[in-house]
């Protein structure tokens, strides 16, 4: 434990040393707030919630730093159907190479995703928090069959007005044939 002190300043939640860390093979487990979230608030319906992180830095046996891991966390997002709030577990795989710059980068393995390093330091909340942003699906629905608004959108659909240009169709010219 002490060694894994000295790698660290000494708020864990701020600045940790990954290429430090890669080298001596060490691992951090912990959890965050949802709270403590600056970029990830926007996100969510509201700030309630942990996510549980398990990572694990080490030298591959190509030499590269790499980070991998897991992330768990059951958010709290808005379904972009009904506009309801709804929850979503993630459940992330981190695998990190870590580099200098995007020269490196372009040349990373392909079972990494980069990690540029521009100082010897890295907020550990910063890159817990910039995972789970990328683990967010795009867009959250809740199932077809427990959306509120699945119902209001097949009302729509059933109610369709036919095209304007439907019309045309009619006027084509029917081929005859010979």
Do not use: W
């Not at 790698?7 to 060490?26: T, V």
């Not at 709270?35 to 046996?61: C, H, I, M, P, W």
């Not at 808005?78 to 990190?96: D, F, G, K, W």
Request: proline residues 5%.
């Amino acid at each position: 434990m002490d060694k894994l002190c000295r790698l660290m300043c000494p708020d864990l939640s701020q600045l940790i040393k990954p290429l430090c860390l890669a080298r001596d093979s060490e691992c951090l487990n912990g959890q965050f707030s949802m709270k403590e979230f600056q970029r990830l608030k926007a996100l969510l319906s509201d700030d309630l919630g942990e996510l549980v992180y398990n990572l694990d830095f080490s030298v591959d046996t190509k030499g590269i730093c790499c980070i991998g891991g897991e992330l768990k966390a059951t958010v709290n997002v808005i379904c972009q159907r009904c506009l309801e709030p709804m929850q979503i577990e993630v459940n992330h795989t981190v695998s990190l190479g870590i580099v200098r710059d995007m020269a490196e980068a372009t040349r990373l393995a392909p079972e990494y995703e980069p990690l540029i390093l521009t100082e010897e330091t890295l907020s550990l909340i910063e890159l817990v928090e910039n995972e789970l942003i990328l683990a967010l699906p795009f867009s959250t629905t809740h199932a077809t069959g427990n959306c509120p608004g699945s119902d209001i959108l097949a009302k729509v659909n059933q109610n369709q007005i036919q095209s304007p240009f439907a019309i045309l169709a009619r006027l084509k010219p029917h081929k005859y044939i010979k």
